[in-house]
């Protein structure tokens, strides 16, 4: 069974940091794209970063140059390192393999940037 355990969220002042952690299970891990996700109140789910062993990391534009996407294969894990966070960046956030509908959302870590 897929399942995803995301941690490390908060609450954190405009320009602060965090790093959150997703320990995956129930795949090979390392044969898959991960990817972090997020919804903000409101909002549709959107897709902030992935990583490929073989493509790379990839991120979308409104992070791009503050979030940094990052695995340990050896622990099932994929962490988001969150940098200079903005209140536009309150959501909660998910991990998920990339293109792999039929997987079941974890709970997800809620990251609060006050404004």
């Known amino acids: 069974q897929v399942q995803f355990v995301e941690s490390g969220g908060g609450l954190v002042p405009p320009g602060g940091s965090l790093r959150l952690s997703c320990a995956a299970s129930g795949f090979s891990f390392s044969s898959y794209t991960m990817g972090w996700y997020r919804q903000a109140p409101g909002k549709q789910r959107e897709l902030v970063a992935q990583?490929?062993?073989?493509?790379?990391?990839n991120y979308a534009d409104s992070v791009k140059g503050r979030f940094t996407i990052s695995t340990d294969n050896a622990k099932n894990t994929v962490y988001l390192q969150l940098n200079s966070l903005k209140p536009e960046d309150t959501a909660v956030y998910y991990c998920h393999r990339v293109l792999m509908p039929q997987d079941s959302w974890g709970r997800g870590t809620q990251v609060t940037v006050p404004s």
């Open positions: 990583i490929n062993r073989v493509i790379g990391t």
